[in-house]
C-alpha cells in the first residue's frame, strides 16, 4: 500500500528540465533540537527529509529497538514516521513528542553561493550532533544530457466536489444522528489509512493509524464507507488504485475537521 502512495508521489515531483545534481555534506554541533531529546529522552535519533515544495517528513527512532543483525550490523527494527506537511501527522507528532525545530541557520549557511535553493535536504540528528546532505537541481544545457519522458499522474485522487463536501456530509449525520444524542464524545483526533480503488467509487480499505478506537471512531469509519463519491488517481488516462492518509478531528465546539494531504 504504502508502496504505492510513493510511487505516486515520486511520479509528481519529477520535472523534465535539464538539471543537474550537485551534493553537499555538513554536519555541525546540535543547538536547535537538543532540548528536543531531554524532553524525549527515550529517543535516540530523529532522522527527517525536507523538499523543495516544502513536504517535510520526519521519523523518530527510540533507544530500545536497536538489534544485532547476522551481519554483525545493528539497524533499527522499528520506527515512527510522520508527514508534518499534514495536518493529520502534525497534529499527531506535536502531541507527543513537541515541536521539533529545523536547523535553519546551519541549513541556510550550507546553501550559500550555491545554484540553486536545495531540492532536498536529509539530516539525521541526536542530542549532540547533525548530519546532513543537501542536494541541488543546477541547469546544465540541454545537449549535455539525455532527454528522458515520464508518465506522471495527471490526477490526483480525491472526494468528489472536494473535501469540504465530505466534512459536511460527515458532520450532517453527526449532529442529526440519534447515536451521540446523550453522550456527546469529548474532543477527538484520528487518523485513517484509505486505499481509493480504481473500479469505483467506493473505498477498498480503511484502517485506524493513530487515536483511539470509540464508537465514534466507528462511526467515521461507516460514514467514509458509505461515501461512495470518490475518484481515483489518473496515470496515462486511465484510473489507478490508490493510497493516501484522512484526518478526522472533533472539535471543542462539536464541529468537524476533515483534511487530506492534497
Do not use: H
Not at 529497538?65 to 502534525?90: A, C, P, R, V
Not at 550555491?114 to 550532533?129: E, H, L, N, T
Not at 458532520?171 to 442529526?176: A, I, M, P
Not at 488504485?241 to 471543542?252: A, C, H, Q, V
Amino acid at each position: 500500500m504504502k508502496r504505492i502512495y510513493f510511487l505516486l508521489l515520486f511520479a509528481v515531483s519529477l520535472n523534465s528540465s535539464a538539471q543537474n545534481t550537485q551534493i553537499v555534506d555538513t554536519s555541525f554541533v546540535n543547538t536547535s533540537s537538543k532540548d528536543f531529546f531531554t524532553r524525549n529522552p527515550v529517543i535516540e535519533k530523529v532522522q527527517f527529509n525536507i523538499y523543495a515544495d516544502s513536504v517535510n517528513y520526519i521519523s523518530v527512532y527510540p533507544k530500545t529497538i536497536w538489534q544485532d543483525t547476522t551481519y554483525k550490523n545493528s539497524y533499527f527494527n522499528n520506527y515512527e514516521s510522520y508527514d508534518l506537511s499534514f495536518i493529520g501527522d502534525s497534529y499527531f507528532f506535536e502531541k507527543k513528542y513537541g515541536r521539533f525545530p529545523s536547523p535553519n541557520k546551519e541549513l541556510a549557511a550550507a546553501s550559500l553561493n550555491r545554484c540553486s535553493k536545495p531540492s532536498f535536504i536529509k539530516c539525521a540528528a541526536d542530542a549532540d550532533s547533525i548530519k546532513c546532505r543537501l542536494e541541488f537541481n543546477c541547469p546544465v544545457k540541454k545537449e549535455e544530457i539525455d532527454e528522458m519522458v515520464f508518465t506522471k499522474v495527471e490526477i490526483l485522487s480525491g472526494y468528489k466536489n472536494g473535501i469540504k463536501e465530505l466534512q459536511k456530509k460527515i458532520e450532517t449525520s453527526y449532529r442529526n444522528g440519534s447515536l451521540f444524542k446523550k453522550n456527546r464524545p469529548v474532543e477527538t483526533a484520528l487518523l485513517f489509512d484509505i486505499i481509493i480503488d480504481n473500479k469505483d467509487s467506493c473505498l477498498k480499505r480503511i484502517e485506524l493509524k493513530r487515536g483511539n478506537y470509540s464508537p465514534f471512531a466507528q462511526f467515521i469509519m461507516d460514514e467514509l464507507k458509505t461515501s461512495c463519491s470518490w475518484t481515483p488517481s489518473e496515470q496515462g488516462g486511465r484510473p489507478v488504485k490508490s493510497y493516501t492518509k484522512i484526518f478526522i478531528r472533533l472539535n471543542k465546539d462539536n464541529s468537524i475537521t476533515v483534511a487530506m494531504p492534497w
